[in-house]
């Protein structure tokens, strides 16, 4: 199963809480509180949310956190790759993977096109949409259907 670390779905609660309140300064215990997570959790978060420029740090008796730039400008590919590295489905979806099998490989170009699409689509999406109810897809979801090899 893929699935972001649970610091990467709590750096995007923090995220929405901060992008629910633009421009306020708020410190990591009031993140904290808002976001319904743990102290240090928070600030072990905040870390490489600054290093990524997607909050910024105040210090001082009102110091804290704001984000760094609109959340309309913030995408979840960048929360994603903030917290977890590049975007990568399989090894050889990195330019710099190293896999012993890539000179005889069949699969790494479908692996390649996969993880292009699942990055567009975070791409797509802003930190701004993660605040509003999503609105019903007018498209139902497309089903693949699945073969099974006999065992």
């Not at 670390?5 to 709590?10: A, H, N, S, V």
């Not at 509180?33 to 600030?43: D, F, H, I, R, W």
């Not at 959340?71 to 090894?91: C, F, N, W, Y």
């Not at 170009?109 to 949409?129: H, Q």
Request: aromatic share 2%; hydrophobic share 45%; proline share 7%.
């Amino acid at each position: 199963m893929l699935r972001v670390t649970k610091l990467t779905d709590y750096a995007t609660v923090v995220l929405t809480v901060l992008a629910a309140r633009p421009g306020d300064v708020l410190s990591a215990a009031e993140l904290a509180e808002l976001a319904g997570l743990e102290g240090p959790t928070v600030s072990k978060l905040l870390k490489p949310l600054a290093q990524a420029g997607l909050v910024e740090g105040f210090r001082g008796v009102h110091g804290g956190y704001r984000l760094a730039r609109p959340a309309t400008d913030i995408s979840l590919v960048e929360i994603v790759e903030a917290m977890e590295g590049p975007l990568a489905m399989t090894e050889c979806s990195l330019d710099h993977g190293e896999c012993g099998l890539s000179h005889q490989c069949g699969v790494r170009t479908n692996w390649r096109r996969i993880n292009d699409v699942v990055a567009d689509a975070l791409r797509g999406i802003s930190l701004a949409e993660m605040l509003a109810d999503p609105s019903p897809s007018p498209v139902p979801a497309k089903r693949i259907p699945a073969r099974l090899a006999n065992a």
